[in-house]
């Protein structure tokens, strides 16, 4: 059961998460951001990993620790259910249209992370959140779930399309790269024979 449950708790944020990389893409997301929500959902949804959050962070400052926060403690815990990495596709990529927007996100699974952001929002703010914002929970995702994450919006004019054409393209890669996979068996997809820079 590839299933894992994460806290995070600091003096700007506590947040729980719980996920199901075998899920079917249910979803139960609070974190006082509705616009976050929105993104999060689409990607237990498109993704079809369950996601269970539930965040208190101190949106009477802004909402980037709250974001971040978000990132890593899903990130965490989808790093932490696929264990050693045995099995799976390990690489996704996925392009994603949003009426006039359209995104493409690659990853790799590789417990190396890094991203790589060639986004641009036409605007500063969608609704109260800062789009700058989306950077950071994708850095903190990345990062906390040890994928090296291409992120590109190719054009696009509105806000909400492109944040959610991402975030879709996001979760079809990810579907792609954490499947399990019946060729490989038990072998961790790597000539190394292990993911990551570790020791």
Do not use: C
């Not at 590789?110 to 605007?123: C, G, M, Q």
Request: glycine content about 8%.
């Amino acid at each position: 059961m590839r299933q894992e449950s994460v806290e995070r708790k600091t003096n700007e944020t506590r947040i729980s998460a719980t996920v199901d990389l075998d899920g079917t893409g249910r979803y139960e997301i609070s974190t006082g951001i509705g616009f976050l929500d929105h993104m999060i959902e689409q990607l237990a949804r498109h993704s079809l990993i369950d996601i269970d959050l539930k965040a208190d962070g101190d949106l009477h400052i802004d909402f980037h620790h709250t974001t971040e926060d978000a990132g890593i403690v899903i990130g965490s815990a989808i790093s932490q259910a696929l264990g050693e990495r045995k099995g799976i596709a390990r690489y996704g990529s996925a392009i994603a249209p949003m009426d006039e927007a359209l995104s493409r996100v690659a990853l790799d699974a590789s417990n190396r992370p890094y991203l790589v952001w060639k986004v641009e929002f036409v605007r500063d703010k969608l609704g109260e959140m800062d789009t700058e914002l989306f950077k950071e929970w994708f850095q903190a995702f990345a990062q906390a779930a040890g994928l090296t994450l291409h992120a590109e919006t190719f054009y696009g004019e509105n806000n909400h399309h492109i944040a959610e054409s991402l975030f879709k393209a996001l979760a079809r890669a990810l579907r792609q790269a954490v499947e399990a996979d019946p060729r490989k068996g038990d072998a961790v997809p790597s000539t190394k024979g292990v993911l990551g820079g570790s020791l």
